[in-house]
């Protein structure tokens, strides 16, 4: 059974789950993975595919076929991740550059309009959007990359924030990626999210969008106590660290 947030003062929106000790990216109880590749680092297309594995020393099973996802306009750039960041190879993500994060990331809550007693079977936290939750993406405000509910802060200090309820479709249902979060470093980008798209053809400001019967499959399946991440990178990077990092090869 689900951990609903239907209540929230503040909420961090990244969920923190436990990782063991290694030198390698993918936390060694990671149990499930979402890959995204895209040919270029300017790409604004990738395909998305799931792997799951039952212990560290098992292999990954890919579980699908590749979906197609759309990305930022700008495509890719070194996230605050799990990894090192190689800013030889990549440019640094930043706040408003319309680039989706590459690296390997957490994931946390799943959120979407929909009410909490309609997702209590959910092996993931979700938060119920209502009008009043806001997705902070201003750099100078202390709740930058903060998942919040504005009636609830006493002060506010922000000039800018996404205001989820009133996304229409592309904030229907989503995922919180965790990037930018241990620590939050203000400008180094947020409110990053893999959420529907509305059509197959357009663009995002930096997240990860698909088909919302596929996000909605992805959700159902996503389970906290199996540690997943998404990792997203160019092909070229997979090929380079694929080895290194240990990851799997998508049929």
Known sequence: MMRCLSVLILLLAPI????????LPIPTD????????????TATKGTLVRFERSGEKNKWQQIE???PVVLGRNGLGWG????????????I??????????GVFKLGAAFGYAGADKMKDLKIPYIPVSEMVECIDDIKSNYYNQIIIRDKIKEVDW????????????????IVVEQNTSPVVNGSGSCI????????????AGCTELE????????????????????????GLYELYQKTWQLPFPE
């Open 159 to 174: 000039n800018s924030s996404e205001k989820m309820y009133f996304a229409d479709i592309w904030y229907e249902q989503g």
């Open 30 to 41: 990671c149990k499930q993975m979402i890959l995204v590749l895209t040919d270029s680092i």
């Open 212 to 235: 919302p019967a596929r996000l909605t499959e992805i959700i159902n399946w996503l389970d906290a106590s199996a540690n997943p991440v998404l990792v997203q990178l160019t092909k």
């Open 93 to 102: 993500k930043t706040e408003g550059d319309g680039r989706s994060p590459a």
């Open 16 to 23: 923190t789950f436990s990782q063991s000790q290694s030198n």
């Open 80 to 91: 605050k991740s799990l990894n090192g960041i190689d800013s030889a190879i990549l440019p």
């Open 193 to 204: 999210f893999i959420h529907n798209w509305s059509k197959p053809d357009e663009t995002s």
């Open 65 to 67: 076929k590749m979906i």
